[in-house]
């Protein structure tokens, strides 16, 4: 071969190998141009197709064109460093029975097993070989070899030229694509979208891929997945048990794990079914701050361009990794974001909460009556401002019969309280309690009616919970058909699925409990609830002590009015006693003298009924001065067990006569065998005697009628309020009555409507009856008589302290 | 009972009530001296040596308790009535030295039954 041609040979390969169309096609053109240059009848380049040992690209061409060949069936080893600079291929192949270089399979070779390699290689690695084929054995000279090294060398270049173009635009790809990520990771807030864009992008880098994103929820190992880029569900069922299947494995990976055909458990069949569809498997796990938050998983079906080798690259790894590290950094983010929004609802949640409490509070305080209390408090349950446990339901506990009765029936009003209502400050307070009863008010009446017939007999089969609630005095959260043990009607009043029992207390005792739903409360609220209802038991207790306080501040003004009129009387009465003894002694003179003159005075004169009026009257006088005597004597009691049945009959016997002339009629019902009373017998005769007296004179003033009679009647009964026995001793007449308007007066001292009375009768039966620790009773019936009722104790001890009245003397 | 034998004496403050009294009992039948406070009546006890004092209690100077006491521990044998306005006194353990104790009132006819008895019982013999 002349060096012209050579030169014209070279420049060709040279013109080829430096054109701009794909490196495969230059190839071919170039293995071509050799064939028709006779160089060899076949030229073929073996190449690696990716970085790696094998060689797995065969491109070849002889002087009819090039050549459509399969991948080769094995893999060519990569030239060594010490690779000859050109060897007969028969060295190379020399025993076609080498099962290891020589495929039988390989038609190819098989026909043209002679030749010559030459390595396409430059200083820093190896690319493939160039090899000249033929069926029959041929020779090439040296400097044909030479030149063929040239060629060799510039095909070289070509090839480097071309692997670090591709290299470079790979590289600006992945460059894209981290551009691409970082900007979307910056953008997205929430995984799932983040997610979707990362895996197409990511699926545009890796074409036909498929991705998973699991995401593991605090510390437990629970995935939340995230799936894309499936074709089918057949595709999709395989990749997911595969998932499933390294799903225990990839918790404890802190590298990215590839699992292709060469390194899966060949037991595993899912993995078998898994290799029909995809080439590859790869775990990428999520770490942020030494923490697994969750798997990135990529399935490969890069599958056509290689039966044994990962379409991936080192660098794709890398970048998987930095992907990971990314994609940790935003779930993590977005966890804490999460974390921190959340926080940040409750913390408003809370606020509103506690601001509401705090003026429910206020209205509970406010509220007067423990009726309100209640309704007060199941509103703030039921209402939607409040705690949402709607409906809610109050039973009330009656002591006498250990029972429960259902009182209020509340659930929320349909309607939101609007925002204008809330920002009144001026009157929230009364605004918030209006809303508060109005939920509470908001029941259907049949409802209520149905509600208000609720008894439960015993609590004792109470489920265990709600009774541990009531005898722990804490509320308790039970499932809601807990309740139909209690009554089968509560489970219809209380639908849901929760039901939140709370007791209420006064003085730490039981006095209701409150039903309500707890389907939409947390245990946390709960504490809230508990926080509630103690202002609620607070304040109920707080009307009970208010009621107590007002009742005994009106006991205080009563008793101070009485003070102040017995202190007048007191000095009423020491004025009284003084002015009646220094009456006393010229009484008993003019008396005396006046009676003297009486007897001297000869009958049927003039002067004889002067001097009876004047005896009479003076008597008349002294009778005032007695009683004024005996109402401010002190009282010394000598009680002793006294007879009543006989003192009464004793005291009716003085009236014999004197109710004989009138024509009043007596009777007299005595209870026989009754037990002694421990009583003042002289003192209790007074009180017999003045009320005689009364009666009496009510008849006898009365103009008209003649039927007239007084009944007297002893008898006893069981005081129910002290739970004692009592004797009792009633006196009625038939008389004119007391007039309504006196009726205030009568145990007043010095009231009388009698034109000759004291006016001290009844006030000193009262201060015996009161001594005595009894009770007088007057029952009038105007222009129809008078029925006194006087009741004693059967036995007491003496009094240790004066009674009000006991302050008079 | 021959009621001349007996001297009354009685002791008031009132002029009314000592002219009352004695023309009262005298018709009774009794003798009858009359002393105006406690410090007379003790001057006269000695002299008159009565059989029966009926005294008030209040009266100016010494009061009739302790007229009766003074009189006891000259004769303990003269029985004294005590005669008083005052019911109340009747429980007071400072009369309970008297043989007997009237309440004062229009009609002396309690105070003749207590002279009656007081009498009876001091002097049986009679």
């Known amino acids: 071969m002349d060096c012209r041609r050579k030169y014209e040979i070279l420049s060709k390969i040279i013109e080829i190998s430096s054109a701009t169309s794909q490196i495969n096609e230059r190839l071919t053109q170039a293995a071509h141009f050799l064939c028709v240059n006779d160089l060899a009848p076949t030229v073929a380049f073996y190449l690696q197709q990716r970085r790696g040992r094998r060689l797995t690209l065969r491109i070849a061409a002889d002087s009819a064109g090039s050549l459509q060949l399969p991948a080769p069936p094995y893999s060519h080893r990569l030239p060594s460093p010490d690779y000859p600079l050109c060897k007969p291929l028969t060295t190379l192949l020399p025993n076609p029975l080498d099962p290891e270089l020589l495929n039988p399979d390989d038609l190819f070779m098989k026909q043209q097993p002679y030749g010559w390699s030459l390595p396409l ?11 000249l084929l033929g069926s029959t054995p041929f020779n090439i000279d040296n400097d044909t070899i030479l030149f063929l090294l040239v060629i060799c ?41 983040v997610f979707s864009q990362l895996s197409d992008s990511a699926l545009t880098l890796f074409s036909n891929s498929a991705a998973i994103l699991n995401i593991f929820e ?29 799903a225990s494995r990839a918790k404890f990976i802190s590298k990215p794990l590839v ?12 993995y078998q079914n898994f290799f029909s569809q995809f080439c590859a498997h790869i775990i990428l796990p999520l770490i942020s701050q030494g923490r697994m938050v969750g798997t990135l998983e990529f399935f490969l079906t890069d599958k056509p361009r290689s039966r044994d080798l990962l379409p991936l690259e080192k660098e794709d790894l890398e970048l998987l990794e930095i992907l990971a590290v990314h994609l940790a950094a935003t779930l993590e983010r977005t966890r804490t974001q999460n974390q921190l929004s959340a926080a940040n609802q409750t913390s408003i949640l809370r606020t509103r909460q506690l601001t509401l409490s705090h003026q429910m509070k206020n209205a509970l305080l406010a509220a007067d009556t423990p009726d309100k209390i209640i309704r007060l408090t199941l509103g703030a349950l039921v209402s939607d401002e409040g705690f949402t446990c709607s409906p809610a339901l109050y039973l009330e506990f009656q002591e006498k019969d250990n029972s429960w009765h259902g009182l209020f029936y509340a659930s929320a009003p349909g309607r939101a309280p609007n925002e204008s209502e809330h920002q009144n400050e001026s009157n929230h307070l009364d605004a918030l309690t209006n809303r508060l009863l109005e939920a509470s008010a908001q029941v259907p009446k049949q409802l209520q009616q149905e509600f208000k017939a609720l008894k439960l007999v015993t609590f004792d089969t109470a489920p265990n919970r709600c009774r541990q609630a009531v005898n722990g005095k804490k509320p308790a959260m039970i499932p809601a058909e807990f309740v139909t043990v209690l009554h089968t009607k509560l489970r219809s009043l209380l639908p849901g699925k929760k039901v939140v029992v709370i007791p209420i207390l006064s003085h730490e005792h039981p006095k209701g409990l409150i039903l309500a739903n707890a389907d939409r409360i947390s245990q946390e609220d709960l504490s809230y ?50 002015i009646a003894h220094e009456i006393k002694n010229p009484l008993v003179s003019i008396a005396g003298f006046a009676r003297r003159l009486h007897k001297k005075i000869p009958d049927q004169s003039r002067e004889k009924t002067y001097s009876q009026i004047i005896t009479k009257e003076i008597e008349r006088l002294e009778e005032i001065v007695n009683n004024v005597l ?45 037990a002694a009373v421990e009583c003042d017998g002289n003192q209790m005769k007074q009180v017999l005697i003045n009320l005689f007296n009364n009666s009496i004179q009510a008849i006898s003033s009365k103009s008209t009628g003649n039927d007239h009679h007084i009944s007297v009647r002893t008898s006893y009964y069981c005081d129910l309020k002290k739970q004692k026995e009592k004797a009792l001793i009633e006196i009625e007449d038939n008389g004119k009555g007391i007039q309504e308007q006196f009726i205030h007066d009568i145990f007043n001292p010095f009231f009388t409507t009698k034109h000759d009375g004291t006016g001290l009768g009844l006030p000193i039966c009262h201060r015996i009856i009161l001594n005595h620790q009894g009770d007088i009773r007057i029952h009038n019936r105007e222009g129809k008589g008078v029925m006194v009722s006087v009741s004693l104790p059967f036995n007491h001890k003496a009094l240790a302290g004066p009674t009000a009245l006991n302050i008079l003397t | 009972m021959d009621r001349q034998q007996y001297t009354i004496l009685i002791v008031d403050d009132e002029e009314n009530i000592r002219l009352l009294y004695r023309e009262e009992l005298e018709e009774e039948g009794y003798g009858i001296e009359a002393a105006a406070s406690g410090e007379e009546a003790l001057q006269m006890v000695p002299e008159i040596k009565p059989d029966l004092v009926v005294m008030d209690i209040k009266m100016p100077g010494i009061s009739g308790v302790d007229t009766l006491i003074k009189i006891k521990e000259i004769d303990k044998n003269i029985p004294v009535i005590l005669c008083s306005a005052y019911g109340d006194y009747k429980q007071d353990f400072s009369t309970w030295a008297s043989d007997a104790y009237v309440v004062k009132a229009a009609s002396l006819d309690e105070l003749k039954k207590a002279i009656r008895e007081v009498l009876e019982k001091r002097y049986p013999e009679k």
């Not at chain 1, 290689?121 to 090899?131: E, F, I, L």
């Not at chain 1, 699992?259 to 899912?270: L, M, R, V």
């Open chain 1, 218 to 246: 605090s510390e437990q190992f629970l995935p939340e997945s995230i799936d894309q880029g499936f074709s089918d569900n057949e595709q999709r069922k395989l990749v997911l048990q595969a998932s499933r299947h390294q």
């Open chain 1, 121 to 131: 290689a430059d200083d820093s690695q190896a690319y493939g070989t160039m090899v």
């Open chain 1, 529 to 578: 609830i508990t926080l509630f209802t103690d202002a609620a038991t607070l304040a109920l207790d707080n009307t009970e002590l208010y009621q107590r306080l007002q009742s005994s501040l009106a006991s205080l003004n009563s008793a101070q009015l009485r003070l102040s009129q017995s202190e007048k009387l007191m000095a009423l009465g020491e004025m009284a006693t003084s």
């Open chain 1, 630 to 674: 005996s109402f401010s004597r002190p009282q010394s009691n000598k009680f002793e067990p006294q007879d009543l049945n006989q003192l009464v009959a004793e005291t009716a016997a003085l009236f014999a006569r004197e109710l004989k002339k009138l024509e009043i009629d007596l009777e007299i019902q005595l209870t026989p065998d009754m």
């Open chain 1, 259 to 270: 699992i292709d055909q060469n390194n899966a458990q060949p037991s595993s069949t899912i």
């Open chain 1, 153 to 193: 060398r510039q095909i070289t270049i070509a090839l480097r030229s071309s692997i670090l173009k591709n290299r470079d635009r790979l590289k600006v790809r992945r460059l894209k694509f981290l551009h691409q990520i970082g900007a979307q990771l910056n953008a997205r807030e929430d995984v799932q979208s």
